[in-house]
Each structure stands twice: as structure tokens, then as C-alpha cells.
């Protein structure tokens, strides 16, 4: 099966969403270990969106291209 890059990449995305609400749920203070896990995902959400936001871009380019 064939999908989407967007979709996989959205998929992803909600997936380390998820993560970081269940990180930011729990009733202890983090450890250092745990900040720097959810700061890695920080970076990897952002890095990702930034993806979807290319692909974005692309699509609209080539619409635009085909409809001059």
C-alpha cells in the first residue's frame, strides 16, 4: 500500500504530539533524561511541519504552473 507523504508525515506528528501531552501530564517533575527526550521532539514536530509545509508549497506550484 501506497501512501501519501504528507499523511505519513502527519501521522507522525500526532503521534509525538501525543507523546509530549502524555510527558507534560505526568505529576513529577521531569529528570533531565525525560527534558531532553521532549525537547528532541520539539525539534522533530517542528522539523516535521516544516516538511508538510514544503509539500504544501510544491502543490500549489504545480497547480499554479498547470493552470498557466
Known amino acids: 500500500m501506497i501512501t501519501d507523504p ?3 508525515i502527519k501521522r507522525e506528528v500526532h503521534q509525538l504530539i501525543d507523546v509530549q501531552i502524555e510527558t507534560l501530564r ?4 521531569l529528570n533531565s533524561s525525560q527534558l531532553l527526550d521532549y525537547k ?3 525539534e522533530k514536530i517542528r522539523a ?3 516538511e ?5 508549497r510544491a502543490k500549489i ?3 499554479f504552473a498547470r493552470a498557466t
Do not use: C, F, N, T
Not at 26 to 29: A, D, E, F
Not at 52 to 56: A, P, Q, T
Open 40 to 42: 528532541a521532539r520539539s
Open 52 to 56: 508538510l509545509d514544503r509539500i504544501g
Open 61 to 63: 506550484e504545480i497547480k
Open 6 to 8: 504528507a499523511s505519513a
Open 26 to 29: 505526568q505529576k513529577v517533575p
Open 48 to 50: 516535521l511541519y516544516g
